[in-house]
């Protein structure tokens, strides 16, 4: 692997953005290294500005699930853009996307778009407190919701304890009115709603956690959740940024047959264009402004760039067969994997759901060796253990059997 152009490019963004980057992962710090800028992404490959040429795992983390470059979405995209990229102002689009949107997922009657994921769970959960008049909310240790402020705090000692901010800059008064459970563990939550009576305003949960790296939810704990939020009149948020479109059509609650009270929508949604969103039931979704007290905008929001890309992304993944095809594609990639730990006695397991999968290593210096020696033979993932590898519609058999084999190759 060549990395002399990255190496050159890499060292001048580290005298511009803080590591270099402008989003935290990106800098390797987990693995170390140098990490490989990227020229161009077609279908399931990336290249880096060295000509070097990758297998594809990240996806963009989450939305490349049409692989890169799709022609038909390159092409709505261009024609749109030659109409001008926002206007500030209703657009048609915004609507097309909305009605896609909520044929796909009935439990958001009306749903609110954004710029990013990160904008949806915010919101959401200000729609949650405003709707309950309660400020405590409960999360999941290890839940990933976003960067706003009450969203990164993970659990104090105790499951029950008072959150304490995963993050400097985050006011001690905020974080303590975030409440952290154990993911799967619905025991904590009970006592959390427990120990605070009438005082929660929701419960947000990526229904199937990905960014601890994959792990499904164990039979029952989405149900009881809802259970547990309706015994204690909170309200029960499903981000969906990673999981909508994604472990099925209609996400999570699709999969797992239930109608969480307000949904979060990010990454695939966009078609690799900045898009969040958030809804659920009319009247729930009636107190944001203009026609309720509970303030939201955004100056790009519902741009008609990204709604393009989005209406695309989706009129693909509409197609009959498309979740069979990705699910079967993914499965004799985690299955051979699967093999391998076993055949070789490897000190890992693999986790999934569909296309998403991680592989947890027992120790994390047998991740770090295993990524580099990847990355060296041509494979992409992402450059941390408490991450999920994403497989898209682009990567065939043949993408498929190489990355076995260069596996095969290094464990
Ligand atoms: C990625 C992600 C977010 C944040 O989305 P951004 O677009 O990066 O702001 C929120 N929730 C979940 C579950 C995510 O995976």
């Keep these: 692997m060549k990395q002399n152009c990255s190496q050159k490019f890499f060292e001048e963004a580290l005298n511009l953005f803080p590591g270099g980057v402008n989003?935290?992962?990106?800098?390797?710090?987990?693995v170390g290294g140098t990490p490989p800028f990227i020229a161009k992404a077609q279908g399931p490959k990336i290249w880096d500005v060295d000509g070097n040429e990758y297998i594809d795992y990240v996806g963009?983390?989450?939305?490349?699930i049409l692989g890169h470059a799709h022609p038909?979405?390159?092409?709505?995209?261009?024609?749109?853009?030659a109409n001008g990229f926002s206007f500030g102002a209703p657009t048609e689009l915004e609507s097309r996307l909305a009605l896609m949107v909520r044929e796909i997922f009935p439990s958001m009657e009306k749903l609110r778009f954004v710029s990013s994921g990160t904008e949806a769970a915010m919101s959401a959960v200000r729609l949650a407190r405003g709707t309950t008049g309660r400020d405590k909310i409960i999360k999941f240790e290890g839940g990933y919701h976003g960067h706003a402020?009450?969203?990164?705090?993970?659990?104090?000692?105790?499951?029950?304890?008072?959150?304490?901010?995963?993050?400097?800059?985050?006011?001690k008064?905020?974080?303590?009115?975030?409440?952290?459970?154990?993911?799967?563990?619905?025991?904590?939550?009970?006592k959390i709603f427990d120990a605070n009576k009438n005082e929660i305003a929701c419960v947000i949960v990526e229904p199937v956690a990905g960014n601890v790296g994959c792990i499904p939810p164990q039979t029952g704990?989405?149900?009881?959740?809802?259970?547990?939020?309706?015994?204690?009149?909170?309200?029960l948020i499903f981000d969906e940024v990673m999981t909508g479109f994604r472990v099925a059509l209609g996400g999570a609650q699709e999969l797992y047959d239930i109608k969480p009270d307000?949904?979060?929508?990010?990454?695939?949604?966009?078609?690799?264009l900045p898009v969040g969103a958030y809804g659920g039931r009319k009247e729930l979704m009636d107190n944001m402004a203009p026609l309720g007290k509970i303030y939201q905008a955004g100056t790009l929001s519902g741009n008609p760039l990204a709604m393009t890309a989005g209406i695309e992304t989706l009129k693909i993944l509409s197609q009959k067969k498309v979740y069979e095809k990705l699910n079967e594609i993914s499965a004799r990639l985690t299955s051979g994997i699967q093999e391998m730990i076993k055949t070789k006695k490897i000190g890992a397991k693999i986790e999934g759901v569909g296309s998403m999968w991680t592989l947890f290593f027992d120790r994390l210096d047998d991740f770090k060796k295993f990524f580099h020696a990847a990355l060296e033979k041509g494979i992409y993932l992402p450059p941390s253990q408490f991450e999920t590898c994403f497989v898209s519609l682009a990567h065939t058999n043949i993408e498929v059997d190489n990355t076995l084999d260069v596996f095969e190759s290094i464990l």
């Design 23 to 30: 989003s935290p992962v990106r800098a390797f710090g987990a």
């Design 221 to 235: 704990f989405l149900q009881g959740l809802q259970n547990l939020c309706k015994a204690n009149g909170a309200l």
């Design 72 to 81: 038909k979405v390159v092409a709505a995209v261009q024609a749109a853009a």
């Design 60 to 64: 963009s983390w989450g939305p490349a």
């Design 149 to 171: 402020d009450f969203l990164l705090v993970k659990a104090g000692s105790g499951g029950a304890t008072f959150g304490i901010p995963s993050s400097a800059g985050v006011p």
């Design 173 to 190: 008064d905020f974080a303590k009115l975030t409440l952290t459970a154990a993911y799967n563990n619905l025991d904590s939550v009970k």
């Design 262 to 272: 307000i949904t979060c929508l990010g990454k695939i949604i966009g078609g690799g």
